[in-house]
Structure formats: C-alpha cells, structure tokens
T-cell receptor
Framework: QVQLQESGPGLVKPSETLSLSCTVS????????WSWIRQPPGRGLEWIGY???????NYNPSLKSRVTMSVDTSKNHFSLKLNSVTAADTAVYYC???????????????WGQGTMITVSS | QSVLTQPPSVSAAPGQKVTISCSGS????????VSWYQQLPGTAPKLLIY???KRPSGIPDRFSGSKSGTSATLGITGLQTGDEADYYC????????????FGRGTKLTVV
C-alpha cells in the first residue's frame, strides 16, 4: 500500500521561498508521475504541477514563474519550491500520485494527508 | 474562477439517490476524461471515479460516474450519513492554459 507523507515548515514569511518534500513509502517512485495540489482554507483544490520520476515537469501556467519541482529516486521522494510567497499562498499542500493510462486520463489515486502552510510575518 | 462548474450544495435523505453535475467545455471535459474526489471533513481528497466511470478498488458500486459531451455527473445511491462530504470533479484542460483543473466542489448534506 503506497503512502505519501508531506513535510514542511508550517510557517513561511512573505517574499520568501516555500519548500516542501513528499516521501513515498510502500512502493517505488519510479514509473509514475507525481503532483502537488493545494487547497486554501475553506476553498477548492488547485493543481500546482507534475513531475515524472525522470525529472520532467509540467506546471500550472498561473504558478509556473514561481514553481520548481524536483525528484530524488534514490531517496524515493520529490519536492516543491514556491518562491516569492504571499498570503494568497496560504493553504493545505497535498502531494499525490498520478494515475495516467493515456493522454487526458489523469487522476490522483494516492494522496498524502496534507500539510498546512501559513504565509505570515 | 474555476473552468468547471459544480452546484455549491446538494442534499438528500438517507437511502435516497443524489447526482452532482460538473459542466465544462470542449477544451476540457469535451476532450478528456473526468475524475471525481470525495473529501470528508478535515481529510485529504479520495479518488472515487476515474476515466469518467471507473471505480478504484475498494470504492462501492453505490458511486457511479458518467460523461456526455462537455458535462459529467457523479451519482450516489443508498445515501449514508457517512457520505456527507465535499465532492470535486477534475479533468485536463487542453487549451493554451493547459493543466489539471477542478470544479469548486459540491457540499453533500444527508438529512
């Protein structure tokens, strides 16, 4: 049973860089796409981007200029960096595994429990 | 502002059936598969339906999905109080602003 666990600082100051990590246990990170999704308090889900185990990425166009994702297959984890954060980036951040069978079939079949990130001075 | 439109809320009595709609366009639902997620209060979303109408292992057949044109529907029969949750639809957006998109979510109340 694959499980995902996010880890992060909890609190980030405005204009600084948010850094999160997601550890994959119970399975391999290889041969899958992995994703970050966030949810502001009381609001809906927002897709941040994908990373393939090879390192190739695809980001939400609205966040692309501030997002960097990376993967470390030796440690079975992947990471998110979001720079120049503002209060609007306050949210629960989830990592998720991507189900992908064919073009346009994307779905998120395994989720981490989420980690709350607050942007405040 | 979401590109997928869901009703903010639906309600039904225990044992009854409810449907939740998700309306999009030719560049998202019209071209790609739809997935549905259940988010119980204080928990992470859970995949209920993928590729329009397929259920992951462990999801009961009370949950069903369908798609027609640029709209999709999630159906839940035999409603239980434990089904009270937020439900989200998602799909790939194939326009210039390509990426995964979600509806704003529908709050299901079982009364």
């Amino acid at each position: 049973q694959v499980q995902l666990q996010e880890s992060g600082p909890g609190l980030v100051k405005p204009s600084e860089t948010l850094s999160l990590s997601c550890t994959v246990s119970g399975g391999s990170i290889n041969n899958y796409y992995w994703s970050w999704i966030r949810q502001p308090p009381g609001r809906g889900l927002e897709w941040i981007g994908y990373i393939y185990y090879t390192g190739s990425t695809n980001y939400n166009p609205s966040l692309k200029s501030r997002v960097t994702m990376s993967v470390d297959t030796s440690k079975n984890h992947f990471s998110l960096k979001l720079n120049s954060v503002t209060a609007a980036d306050t949210a629960v951040y989830y990592c998720a595994r991507v189900y992908y069978e064919t073009s346009g079939s994307d779905a998120f079949d395994v989720w981490g429990q989420g980690t709350m990130i607050t942007v405040s001075s | 502002q979401s590109v997928l439109t869901q009703p903010p809320s639906v309600s039904a009595a225990p044992g009854q059936k409810v449907t939740i709609s998700c309306s999009g366009s030719s560049s998202n639902i019209g071209k790609n598969y739809v997935s549905w997620y259940q988010q119980l209060p204080g928990t992470a979303p859970k995949l209920l339906i993928y590729e329009n109408n397929k259920r992951p292992s462990g999801i009961p057949d009370r949950f069903s999905g369908s798609k027609s044109g640029t709209s999709a529907t999630l159906g839940i029969t035999g409603l239980q109080t434990g089904d009270e949750a937020d439900y989200y639809c998602g799909t790939w957006e194939s326009s210039l602003s390509a990426g995964m998109v979600f509806g704003r979510g529908t709050k299901l109340t079982v009364v």
